[in-house]
T-cell receptor, first 113, second 114 residues
Framework: AQSVAQPEDQVNVAEGNPLTVKCTYS??????LFWYVQYPNRGLQFLLKYITGDNLVKGSYGFEAEFNKSQTSFHLKKPSALVSDSALYFC???????????WGAGTKLIIKP | SAVISQKPSRDICQRGTSLTIQCQVDSQVTMMFWYRQQPGQSLTLIATANQGSEATYESGFVIDKFPISRPNLTFSTLTVSNMSPEDSSIYLC???????????FGPGTRLLVL
């Protein structure tokens, strides 16, 4: 079965420190990988994606993620966290031309001043 | 990207009634999706709505409970019928941008059923 795992329900980081939100996946076929962010009482906002090409992708708000095929991971990173980064982060994957997304459970990111 | 709006943004309804949620996109899109999300939890796909064809429902969701219309390439509605408190949730529509191969989401409709 195809799946996405976000092993941490919550990640706590001090402002100014680097942050990592983890995502691993299990699919058969070529993965298309996505990160979305959801601020309180808001819809989902697209952050970044990996489809092909450079394994390191850069997205909105200074976020980046690295596709690691051997580890089947797509961790979200940011060099210096801001309090305003506090939100719920979702990793999602789909396979090739199948448009349905498989979603992780979400990780709550808390950035403390 | 795409600009997506949903109406209403939130509502409080009585059990046994029905609510229709509208989703409007600022560009023509073939594929639209309807999701349900409990606050703080992940998304569950209700159905895929392509213009010109019947909606395709996921396991656990049926047309009688969640009828969907897709009259044109920029608009869709989801009706939550004969509501019960278990239907209290956030309902999200999304669209697939085929050029970018990315789904974009509306702001959501927060539904509370009493």
């Amino acid at each position: 079965a195809q799946s996405v795992a976000q092993p941490e329900d919550q990640v706590n980081v001090a402002e100014g420190n680097p942050l990592t939100v983890k995502c691993t996946y299990s699919v058969s076929g070529n993965p298309y990988l996505f990160w979305y962010v959801q601020y309180p009482n808001r819809g989902l906002q697209f952050l970044l994606k990996y489809i092909t090409g450079d394994n390191l992708v850069k997205g909105s708000y200074g976020f980046e993620a690295e596709f690691n095929k051997s580890q089947t991971s797509f961790h979200l990173k940011k060099p210096s966290a801001l309090v305003s980064d506090s939100a719920l982060y979702f990793c999602a994957v789909r396979v090739d031309s199948n448009y349905q997304l498989i979603w992780g459970a979400g990780t709550k990111l808390i950035i403390k001043p | 990207s795409a600009v997506i709006s949903q109406k209403p943004s939130r509502d409080i309804c009585q059990r046994g009634t029905s609510l229709t949620i509208q989703c409007q996109v600022d560009s023509q899109v073939t594929m639209m999706f309807w999701y349900r999300q409990q606050p703080g939890q992940s998304l569950t796909l209700i159905a895929t709505a392509n213009q010109g064809s019947e909606a395709t429902y996921e396991s656990g969701f049926v047309i009688d409970k969640f009828p969907i219309s897709r009259p044109n390439l920029t608009f869709s509605t989801l009706t939550v019928s004969n509501m019960s408190p278990e239907d209290s949730s956030i309902y999200l529509c999304s669209v697939e941008n085929r050029v970018e191969e990315t789904q974009y989401f509306g702001p959501g409709t927060r539904l509370l059923v009493l």
